[in-house]
């Protein structure tokens, strides 16, 4: 099993739409956890920290529940440049490593007219 | 400069040849990370280092790959005896260690082995 697990996607959605991505992590004793976008051929980017009581930036929501290892990010209103893959993270997933960075593979969005 | 600096941004090298590639941190960050990207893939992680503690090499795929970081700063990945699957994305990144903290990455080396 994968430390980080995401949707597979693509997700093809029109402008304006709401769209949710979801990822599960495997290491219950991860500390902090993230999405990062990652535009073609460029690097990651930090979109937002996920926090434990859930935490919104603008048009982006991030959800955290540890006890059922899930995380999640919601877009509302998706725009045209919201177009990305988005990858998420999980700090401490690995073995050993608590400060490790673990990404998942990544949920292609692609939003059209 | 203020982000995560990667050298060379490309790279194309015989089949068999060693290769070293760099990467500059942001100053202050004690955290440096190395990961693979192939085309369309997600990020492998290879390596971690915090300060002065023995890096996390976990990640790295075989004995061919290694890393240094002299004196906490810069740091160097070699891969030795390249093979064609070694062609990627190879990505750095730093961050501070405490806490809820993010990590920014340089824009990467490209290496084609041909």
């Known amino acids: 099993r994968k430390e980080v697990e995401q949707d597979p996607g693509p997700f093809n959605v029109p402008e304006g739409a709401t769209v949710a991505f979801n990822c599960t992590y495997s290491?219950?004793?991860?500390?902090?956890f993230f999405w990062y976008r990652q535009d073609c051929r460029k690097e990651p980017k930090l979109l937002m920290s996920?926090?434990?009581s859930g935490n919104e930036d603008g048009r982006f929501t991030a959800q955290l529940n540890r006890a059922s290892q899930y995380i999640s990010l919601l877009i509302r209103d998706s725009k045209l440049s919201d177009s990305a893959t988005y990858l998420c993270?999980?700090?401490?997933?690995?073995?050993?490593?608590?400060?490790?960075?673990?990404f998942g593979a990544g949920t292609r969005l692609a939003v059209h007219p | 400069g203020a982000g995560v600096s990667q050298s060379p941004s490309n790279k194309v090298t015989e089949k068999g040849k060693d290769v070293e590639l760099r990467c500059d941190p942001i100053s202050g960050h004690t955290a440096l990370y190395w990961y693979r990207q192939s085309l369309g893939q997600g990020l492998e992680f290879l390596i971690y280092?915090?300060?002065?503690?023995?890096?996390?090499k976990s990640g790295l795929p075989s004995d061919r790959f290694s890393a240094e970081r002299t004196g906490g700063s810069v740091s160097t990945l070699t891969i030795q005896r390249t093979q064609q699957e070694d062609s990627a994305v190879y990505l750095c990144a730093s961050s501070v260690r405490q806490g809820n903290t993010e990590a920014f990455f340089g824009q990467g080396t490209r290496l084609t082995v041909v």
């Open positions: 280092f915090q300060g002065n503690s023995a890096p996390d």
């Open positions: 993270v999980v700090k401490g997933a690995g073995a050993g490593g608590y400060n490790k960075l673990i």
């Open positions: 996920v926090y434990s």
């Open positions: 290491n219950s004793a991860s500390q902090s």
